[in-house]
Nanobody
Framework: QVQLVESGGGLVQAGGSLRLSCTASGSIFSINVMGWYRQPPGKQRELVASITRRASTNYADSVKGRFTISRDNAKNTVYLQMNSLKPEDTAVYYC??????????????WGQGTQVTVSS
């Protein structure tokens, strides 16, 4: 199976920056898309950004120009650099990947979530 471990969340003032990291481990044969989702308090989970193995990226309109997603395929790690943070970015951020373990098909996997809180 595949496990995702996130790090880098925390409390930051508006206008500040944070960098999230997520590393996939386990019996991994291949990783396709890696991405970040977030769930603000009382709201549904939404896509923040995603990146394919060949580094094609996709961003939510609300974060374009402020967030940058990147990945290190050799380390099975995805990053989310968040700049110019706003209070509305406050949410639990979840790492997601579409990966293929050995002896299994591709599945979606989720991290445990990391809290990002932006104070005004």
């Amino acid at each position: 199976q595949v496990q995702l471990v996130e790090s880098g969340g925390g409390l930051v003032q508006a206008g500040g920056s944070l960098r999230l990291s997520c590393t996939a481990s386990g019996s991994i044969f291949s990783i396709n898309v890696m991405g970040w989702y977030r769930q603000p308090p009382g709201k549904q989970r939404e896509l923040v950004a995603s990146i394919t193995r060949r580094a094609s990226t996709n961003y939510a309109d609300s974060v374009k120009g402020r967030f940058t997603i990147s990945r290190d395929n050799a380390k099975n790690t995805v990053y989310l650099q968040m700049n110019s943070l706003k209070p509305e970015d406050t949410a639990v951020y979840y790492c997601n990947t579409n990966a293929k373990p050995y002896y299994s098909d591709y599945h979606d996997y989720w991290g445990q979530g990391t809290q990002v809180t932006v104070s005004s």
